[in-house]
């Protein structure tokens, strides 16, 4: 009985689609890579409940505030009156930050990068 049901187990298991990884999910890192290289790179560091908007040099860093999601996009709150709105797998993302008297917006993809750790100077991770 057991040879008979063992094919049909390794069939399903092969069948089904790999688990995907969510925004939502608040689990890891994701690294957002700006359309325009000037801008600064994003990291929202779930594990540290941080989002970082860095360059070359440094990081600035904010507390995420609250994430709202629905089934494609995401919003992460930050700072005062900041968000990020993202597709769910990153895809893509539209970043809104108010800077003294000044709205800045900025846009690009997300990559999930696990629990790596981010080095700004890089823009790389240490895995």
């Known amino acids: 009985m057991i040879r008979a049901f063992l094919p049909a187990l390794v ?10 990884v ?4 608040a689990t890891g890192r994701w690294i957002c890579r700006p359309a325009d290289p000037a801008w600064p790179q994003i990291l929202i560091d779930h594990t540290e409940d ?7 040099n440094t990081c600035v860093t904010f507390e995420i505030a609250s994430i ?10 930050f700072g005062a009156g900041n968000h990020l709105a993202v ?7 539209f970043e809104t930050l108010r800077i003294g008297d000044a709205i800045v917006h ?3 993809a ?3 990068n696990g629990d790596a750790p981010y ?6 991770t240490a895995k």
């Open 11 to 20: 069939l399903l298991f092969a069948a089904t689609p790999a688990f995907a």
């Open 22 to 25: 969510s925004v939502a999910d």
């Open 50 to 56: 941080a989002y970082r908007r860095c360059d070359q």
């Open 68 to 77: 709202e999601a629905d089934t494609a996009r995401v919003t992460v709150h």
């Open 87 to 93: 597709a769910s797998d990153g895809a893509d993302y």
């Open 106 to 108: 900025t846009s690009g």
């Open 110 to 112: 997300c990559a999930f």
């Open 119 to 124: 080095t700004p100077a890089t823009g790389a």
